[in-house]
Nanobody
Framework: QVQLVESGGGLVQAGGSLRLSCAAS????????MGWYRQAPGKQRELVAA???????NYADSVKGRFTISKDNAKNTVYLQMNSLKPEDTAVYYC??????????WGQGTQVTVSS
């Protein structure tokens, strides 16, 4: 079993920044990928950014150039630096990790609210 503990959400004005953190702990033989998804009210959950164990990253088009994902492999921790935040970034952000043998885990979610 793997536990994901998220932190860093909150309320910020448009144009501001926030940094999310997610630490994975538990029975982790091999971490394949860690990333962030978000879900706004009335919308489906969507990928924001993800980073593989090999360092490959991918981003949603809507956040490219504003958000940066990074990982500390020694700590099994992933970060999401969010700059130039917009009201449309308002959502619950969920940490996600995939381990080998394949299993997928989710964090409890952290609220990010961007005011205009």
């Amino acid at each position: 079993q793997v536990q994901l503990v998220e932190s860093g959400g909150g309320l910020v004005q448009a144009g501001g920044s926030l940094r999310l953190s997610c630490a994975a702990s538990g029975s982790i033989l091999r971490l394949s990928r860690m990333g962030w998804y978000r879900q706004a009210p009335g919308k489906q959950r969507e990928l924001v950014a993800a980073a593989s164990s090999g360092g490959i990253t991918n981003y949603a088009d809507s956040v490219k150039g504003r958000f940066t994902i990074s990982k500390d492999n020694a700590k099994n921790t992933v970060y999401l630096q969010m700059n130039s935040l917009k009201p449309e970034d308002t959502a619950v952000y969920y940490c996600n990790c995939v381990v080998i043998p394949y299993r997928e885990y989710w964090g409890q979610g952290t609220q990010v609210t961007v005011s205009s």
